[in-house]
């Protein structure tokens, strides 16, 4: 009898038994040790989505706002007023056309080039004028052409010091800079610069006039027209 258990016991299908009893327990014990991380990282995985969310939310915000600010004029333009001038640097966008638009800066001799329209004249011409002369000339390229001509740099707003200051050369206006300002801006007046006779040479009506400048006065803030304001070309002498 004893002899019957041990032929049965070694027979194939009892080891074949016998082996997946034991695959199958080990199996169980296995997940019934993994089950408490699963179940951790489950619930860590909301967490992370919404922290990756979080983080990834601030990275897209620059270059979203480098985009609005690219959309913008340079400062101290104004578009009923400003006349594109030489050296001036302008953005022109062509909508759904990328290979139409491209920075360029106006040359020396007053033209600008781009794409199918090769050289173009636009020094004198507000933004708008030149805005408007381009969406003509992309008419023949384009079915409905959507142009905008965005001011990026003035270099063109240029006024001149000379004599008895700081740092004489020339100066970029940005927009509303005043004789003091501008004073300030190359390092004040020299030690031996007669102050009182401080004076801007204008063109006016295609003539140069002289306008004295009060330096005291000025300083003393008492009448905001003490202070100039300057104007592109303007020419202050200190003698």
């Not at 194939?12 to 199996?27: M, N």
């Not at 004489?168 to 501008?182: C, I, K």
């Not at 007669?194 to 140069?208: A, D, E, F």
């Amino acid at each position: 009898m004893f002899v019957e258990h041990l032929r049965w016991l070694w027979s194939p299908r009892s080891t074949q038994r016998f082996a997946l009893l034991v695959l199958g327990g080990a199996c169980i014990f296995l997940l019934l040790i993994a089950m408490p991380g699963l179940c951790a990282r489950g619930a860590a995985g909301p967490e992370r989505s919404a922290n990756s969310q979080a983080t990834s939310k601030p990275q897209s915000e620059p270059a979203a706002q480098k985009n609005e600010g690219a959309a913008q004029n340079a400062p101290g333009v104004d578009p009923n007023i400003y006349h594109i001038g030489l050296d001036d640097q302008l953005l022109i966008s062509v909508w759904k056309e990328p290979e139409l638009s491209s920075t360029v800066v106006v040359r020396p001799d007053g033209m600008i080039t781009l794409p199918l329209i090769n050289d173009l004249h636009v020094v004198g011409l507000k933004p708008i004028e030149l805005q408007q002369l381009l969406i003509e000339k992309f008419k023949p390229y384009v079915s409905v052409p959507q142009v905008t001509v965005v001011v990026q740099a003035i270099k063109s707003r240029k006024v001149f010091l000379v004599g008895q200051v700081g740092k004489q050369g020339e100066y970029t206006l940005e927009g509303g800079e005043t004789v003091l300002q501008l004073l300030a801006a190359a390092g004040g007046v020299g030690p031996f610069a007669k102050s009182n006779s401080i004076y801007i040479l204008r063109t006016v009506n295609g003539k140069q006039v002289r306008i004295p400048f009060q330096f005291k006065k000025a300083l003393q803030g008492h009448s905001g027209k003490d202070d100039i304001a300057l104007e592109p070309g303007d020419v202050v002498v200190v003698p």
